[in-house]
């Protein structure tokens, strides 16, 4: 079965900082990956997706991930944070045929000046 | 590309009330998802159509619920007897093919 974990609940960085969510997945086949963010009360945004090529995919707002087959991760990284990046960080995995979302608990990120 | 519209933002209802909420996709976009969101989690898939036809069901989506998508353009998703326990942010999202899922922001529902 599917599944995807992000093990950190919540993170707090100082602006300026770099960071790195965490996301391990579970999947037989080779797995479409992609990180949303979420701001509260409100949608998901796309941060960045990962569907075949390249392992070191870039997104927006200055985020990037990479796919690790061998440790079926995909873990978000950004150099450096800005307050604005405060929000809830969810990672998920679609099924080959594309039907179904499945996604993590999340992790909150807060940003200390 | 105006993105996906929900409508309402935010519904109160009365335990034991329907309620009905739309989901407008991206025009070009034949496939359509709801999702349901509960605090402190991540989203749950509820339901999934391409064009008019509903393809899959979660097994969350009990008797209670049901979602239509007529013409294949706009969705609704209806709620029927409401419970406490139905309290949550619904999402809907849209995409054509497999790529490019664009989520609504959301109905948020509180039943008292």
Known sequence: AQSVT????????????SLELRCNYSYGATPYLFWYVQSPGQGLQLLLKYFSGDTLVQGIKGFEAEFKRSQSSFNLR???VHWSDAAEYFCAVVTNTGNQFYFGTGTSLTVIP | DTGVSQDPRHKITKRGQNVTFRCDPI??????????????Q????????????????????????????????????????TEQGDSAMYLCASSRGQGGYTFGSGTRLTVV
Do not use: M
Request: proline share 6%; hydrophobic share 30%; glycine share 6%.
């Open chain 2, 27 to 40: 025009s070009e976009h034949n496939r359509l998802y709801w999702y349901r969101q509960t605090l402190g």
């Open chain 1, 78 to 80: 950004k150099p450096s």
């Open chain 2, 42 to 81: 991540g989203p749950e898939f509820l339901t999934y159509f391409q064009n008019e036809a509903q393809l899959e069901k979660s097994r969350l989506l009990s008797d209670r619920f049901s979602a239509e998508r007529p013409k294949g353009s706009f969705s609704t998703l209806e709620i029927q007897r």
């Open chain 1, 6 to 17: 992000q093990p950190d609940i919540h993170i707090t960085v100082s602006e300026g900082a």
